[in-house]
């Protein structure tokens, strides 16, 4: 994916910022209340990428949580990592 196509695709997953300082990758922050609220969100994730098939590393620091995602195959982006981040805001959304 040329870095274009990444700038292209990020616009429609608003709060993810690209990572390209090494294997290019889209990540994010959440801050939840307290440590329950990042596991039940971390658990939302999981049900997410088991679906897809396709899994984010998951960072979780008490009420923190960074995801980041890539096609770990090829090394960098791919269309459904885009796609599992739109899952993922969606389900900030509900």
């Known amino acids: 994916m040329s870095d274009e196509d990444e700038e292209t695709y990020l616009e429609e997953v608003p709060g993810w910022d690209l990572d390209r300082s090494g294997e290019h990758k889209i990540r ?8 329950s609220g990042a596991i039940a969100f971390v658990n ?31 090394g960098g982006l791919f269309e459904n990592d885009f796609i599992i981040a739109a ?8």
């Open 28 to 35: 994010r922050d959440f801050r939840f209340d307290d440590f």
């Open 87 to 94: 899952k993922v805001n969606e389900v900030l959304e509900s």
């Open 44 to 74: 939302k994730v999981a049900a997410i990428a088991e679906e897809e098939g396709h899994h984010p590393d998951i960072h979780i620091y008490y009420n923190k949580v960074r995801l980041e995602i890539y096609t770990h195959a090829i």
